[in-house]
């Protein structure tokens, strides 16, 4: 699968950050490199975790539209375990397809619950196999993270529903289309700083205790990488659709090679404005810090 994604690129860099970013295969990926993407608070983009994960479910999820609501709700977590063994179902991988089996199947089993409960039954079931993850950086930077975030979604969803409240006692005749377009991506900008802010407010601690490293850049370099990296994702998803039409390859490589250099530049050019070491606080400070973010 490698082997054919990487058919119609030309630059060996670029060949190694796809190994790295859709399979998870870092070897290849050079010290300078690494160190811009650890520097610009985005070195998980280079290890297949929630982010991957999410977006090949995404990608199901919206191929299976066609498919009743319960049999969707099955398929896409076992079509994304696929995708999960190719990358050697590391740790965190692992995690994230737990989280998105627990929130599919109980959607499938027609379940009313929330995404929160789901993801605390993930972590449990996780903790039941192997309790020793608690002590693990990357199970409490994974639930941590998204703990955060589903438990500040409501509170941004409230800000967004006031701020849009005009729009809904408009008639769409009288709205101009400029207009909800200009609404609408206001919005989407404000749901993406919220996200991106409160993630990482919430995992730098950690990189404070465990690594030792300040990354004040790493919200709007997440802001423009994610964007990057779901154009990857759909290219590799039309890649392995249509891969037996000849030239296709070749044409959506060069697509695909330009957003690897597009998201290499951003890391390095994010990484060389700042961040670095900064001094590690004691656990209990970190556990204060979280309590009050809370």
Not at 45 to 74: C, D, E, T, W
Not at 217 to 239: D, G, K
């Amino acid at each position: 699968a490698l082997s054919k994604l990487c058919e119609g690129i030309s630059d060996d860099g670029s060949k190694r950050l796809v190994a790295a970013l859709v399979f998870g295969c870092q070897q290849g990926v050079s010290w300078d490199d690494r160190t811009a993407f650890l520097k610009s608070g985005t070195i998980h983009i280079l290890s297949v975790s929630g982010l991957h994960v999410a977006m090949v479910a995404a990608l199901f999820a919206i191929a299976l539209r066609v498919l009743p609501f319960r049999l969707r709700h099955l398929l896409i977590p076992l079509l994304t375990l696929l995708y999960a063994l190719t990358t050697g179902m590391q740790a965190p991988s692992f995690r994230a397809f737990a989280m998105l089996a627990a929130w599919s199947f109980l959607r499938a089993a027609l379940l009313s619950t929330n995404a929160m409960n789901s993801t605390l039954l993930a972590a449990c079931l996780l903790l039941a196999w192997s309790p020793a993850q608690m002590l693990d950086s990357g199970f409490q930077y994974s639930f941590l993270c998204v703990l955060f975030l589903l438990g500040s979604a409501e509170l941004f969803r409230d800000w967004r529903s006031c701020a849009c409240e005009r729009r809904r006692w408009t008639p769409v005749s009288f709205s101009h289309p400029l207009s909800r377009f200009k609404e609408k991506s206001l919005e989407w900008l404000w749901l993406s700083v919220a996200s991106c802010l409160v993630a990482w407010l919430a995992s730098c601690g950690l990189s404070l205790l465990y690594q030792g490293l300040g990354v004040p850049y790493s919200i709007p370099t997440n802001m423009v990488l994610i964007p990057i990296t779901w154009c990857i994702f759909v290219t590799f998803a039309l890649q392995g659709l249509f891969f037996w039409v000849p030239g296709f390859m070749a044409f959506s490589g060069f697509f695909m090679e330009f957003f690897l250099r597009a998201m290499n530049a951003v890391c390095h050019f994010f990484a060389d404005s700042g961040g670095g070491h900064a001094p590690m606080p004691p656990a209990w400070r970190v556990a204060w810090f979280l309590g009050l973010l809370a």
